[in-house]
């Protein structure tokens, strides 16, 4: 059963960019942004990853982490990254293939790869939002900015 | 997991503030959000000239600011040049003359085309050092990203963002879907 608005995120623990393992639950206490995409290494200008590295100060300012997920290699991942000077990790959902994804309700069999889907999770580990774009539609950021700022808001209400 | 395929809009409308050419009561307004350092911008360029000399005073183009500077090293400073050159009366040959001149938009290269331009060079130079339009570039990315700008070039044709190709036709057929029929008999004559 794929995890829900309004629950707890299923926890996982992932091997980074920089080969360090990242775990959510190591998260709390800070919102979490899990942007799942298909594949590095798409057309620089439209990149999804790309565009999150130059709102990264605005995601900072609510004090959330970002973190990019694809089911590409740690080693893929990296070379992607310093391509790209992207400032926060990319996780390896290598193997077993695609389980986070599954966790999540975002894996596409059919594809072999992740859907381009977004998650906001609050610093109790609950997400407060979830989007699915076309596979084909970098979702933007607009849609995370609007969630960070509902949780400010939730916060201080 | 819920799917979305919705239509997304611009949140922050077109103003006084923006750098706009063509009529303000134009039937339809196309806004770019580029980024002077981006080749699929600079691909877009000429396409947008066309479809501004076809449409003529049907059409009100605007261009906001959305450098991707970590990737395009000299974007930023492209796009405060730009900038400087509208406080100087001269932002529509400015931006011009930058996606001419995508191969070389390093400072040096900047302000030679501001000498060019007939721009006040030395008053250039100083904004520039002093980062005195870089709240005004950030100020239209944060727009763009605001409004769900997704890479560049990204198009809103009257208020809605255009998410399919920017080929000339396929601009050309959503302006025309965004405007009605009145636009037809100007499109024809200048085919």
């Given amino acids: 059963m794929a995890a829900k608005q309004g629950e707890r995120a299923p926890d996982f623990e992932l091997t980074a960019t920089d080969g360090t393992r990242v775990a ?39 004090g959330a ?90 916060a201080t209400t | 997991m819920s799917r979305h395929a919705q239509v997304t809009r611009l949140t922050v409308p077109v103003s006084d503030g923006d750098h706009s050419i063509g009529p303000i009561d134009a039937p339809v307004t196309l806004v770019e959000y580029g980024d002077y350092q981006c080749p699929y911008c600079g691909r877009a360029f000429p396409i947008v000239q066309e479809v501004r000399r076809r449409l003529g005073d049907q059409l009100r183009f605007v261009f906001r600011n959305f450098p991707l500077t970590q990737i395009h090293e000299h974007a930023e400073h492209a796009a405060e040049v730009a900038e400087a050159a509208a406080a100087q009366g001269k932002f529509w040959p400015t931006h011009d003359w930058l996606f001419r001149h995508q191969f070389a938009l390093d400072d040096e290269a900047l302000l030679e085309g501001a000498q060019e331009l007939g721009l006040d060079v030395e008053r250039v130079r100083r904004e520039l050092a002093d980062s005195t339009h870089r709240a005004r570039v950030r100020e239209d990315f944060l727009s763009g990203i605001k409004s769900g700008v997704n890479g560049t070039p990204t198009f809103y044709i009257n208020g809605i963002r255009h998410d399919a190709d920017y080929g000339l036709e396929t601009l050309i057929a959503a302006i025309e879907a965004a405007a009605g029929s009145g636009l037809q008999d100007t499109l024809k004559r200048r085919e």
């Fill in chain 1, 24 to 62: 959510l639950r190591d998260l709390r206490g800070s919102p979490v942004i899990l942007a799942f995409y298909p594949a590095d290494w798409s057309p620089v200008c439209s990149d999804q990853m790309a565009l999150y590295n130059e709102v990264l100060p605005e995601f900072q300012r609510y």
């Fill in chain 1, 65 to 154: 982490r970002m973190l990019g997920i694809s089911v590409d290699s740690r080693w893929c991942h990296s070379a992607f990254a310093e391509n790209r000077h992207l400032g926060f990790p990319l996780l390896a959902d290598f193997e077993p293939k695609g389980e986070v994804a599954k966790a999540f309700g975002v894996y596409r069999e059919a594809d072999g790869t992740t859907e381009r889907a977004l998650v906001v999770i609050d610093a109790e580990g609950v997400i407060r939002w979830q989007y699915i774009s076309p596979i084909d539609v970098n979702p933007g950021a607009d849609g995370i900015l609007e969630a960070l700022e509902a949780l400010t808001e939730g």
